[in-house]
């Protein structure tokens, strides 16, 4: 297998195309945009043992994280992104196989991220059971809640948005690592605070948003 | 069916039953001792190519509640090679939320608790337990 020769690939196909799409290179194999409404849209391509794959996914910007990392928990690879097939492409044929990428981020991939991906269409995603419809096994209850809550959060709707974060506290449970339990203390402080002052509530997101683009470096 | 070499269990939720009655660990195990069977030698460079096609093979199952060489950080799936992350072989969905791994193992290697542990945490921090590990040799 020759990695270089698939970046390579990937580089010709998607580098000006994606360009023109709004994303820009992060690496040889990530794709990002940010959106006006602080929505990460990614596109990562994973060379692996047996094969590659590329995932799409979407992050908002505006969640209170413990890690702040580009996270791939709302998406998919392509592979398995509403079809079926293997999800590995082979190297043995890797023209074919960045060909049909790009084929299904134009027929799946693009417009997911047109219709679902801002503040509104995260809730709407979510809130309708969208997550099952296209398959996305990665996207746990934890992250759905907590994406859910801080999209409500973001767009005004405070009281469901509190709601919703405490139910993503009560699914912590005891045995949880350490970190995450000190990650639920720091959300009870944030909850509470927008609790108390409500119309606190964006410039307390808008310091979420900063330190999540400062240590994305995006 | 599994040579009674697999089974090292961790949490508390079952894998889930497959076709023909089998569950999807003995269907893995079977995977894993056609490829123990054909693939002669030791080593790393043995162990390397058993992985790849072991992974290879449950790629072609085709399952949709499968997914291989994922990596995890923190509870959050990331990228190949993101620093700190883990990457699990074999990791099986179901549909309670609770998720099983599947973990090759070759050659004198065995899984260990902390290699759970760290798994687990990987994977799920949020409740660990919901994490079960299952060695397949």
Known sequence: MDKKLIKKLIKNEFGEFLHTEGFVSKSETLFLKVTPDNVLHIINFD???????????????????????????????????????????????????????????????????????????????????????????????????????????????????????????????????????????????????????????????????????????? | MAKGRSGFFSGTAGSGAEGAGKTMQQTLQELADDINANTSGNGPVVGTNKHSQFKAKVDALGNTNLKTEQTFLNGQPVSYGTKGGVRVDVIEYHPNGT???????????????????????????????????????
Not at chain 1, 72 to 95: A, N
Not at chain 1, 189 to 205: A, E, R
Not at chain 2, 100 to 109: C, E, F, I, Q, R
């Open chain 2, 99 to 137: 998720v099983t791994v599947y973990d090759l193992k070759t050659g004198g290697a065995t899984l260990t608790q902390s290699r759970i542990t760290q798994i687990q945490n990987a994977i799920n921090p949020t409740n660990p337990s919901s994490v079960i590990v299952i060695q397949i040799k």
């Open chain 1, 47 to 218: 060379l692996g043992s047996i094969g590659f794959t590329c995932a799409i996914a979407m992050q908002p910007l505006y969640t209170f994280e413990h890690t702040k990392v580009v996270s791939l928990s709302m998406g998919e690879r392509l592979s398995r992104f509403r079809i079926v097939q293997k999800e590995w492409w082979s190297y043995d044929e890797p023209e074919k196989g960045v060909s049909e990428i790009k084929e299904l981020l134009i027929k799946n991939g693009l417009p997911w991220f047109e219709q679902y991906g801002t503040p509104f269409g995260i809730v709407e995603f979510i809130a309708t059971g969208k997550v099952k419809e296209y398959g996305l096994k990665l996207f746990d209850s934890f992250h759905q809640k907590q994406y859910l809550g801080f999209s409500l959060l973001y767009t005004g709707r405070i009281d469901e948005g509190i709601k919703c974060i405490y139910e993503l506290i009560s699914e912590i449970s005891d045995t949880a690592a350490e970190f995450i339990l000190t990650y639920k203390g720091q959300l009870v402080d944030l909850i509470t605070q927008i609790k108390n002052q409500p119309d606190k509530t964006l410039i307390i997101i808008d310091d979420i948003v900063k330190e999540n683009k400062r240590c994305l470096k995006i």
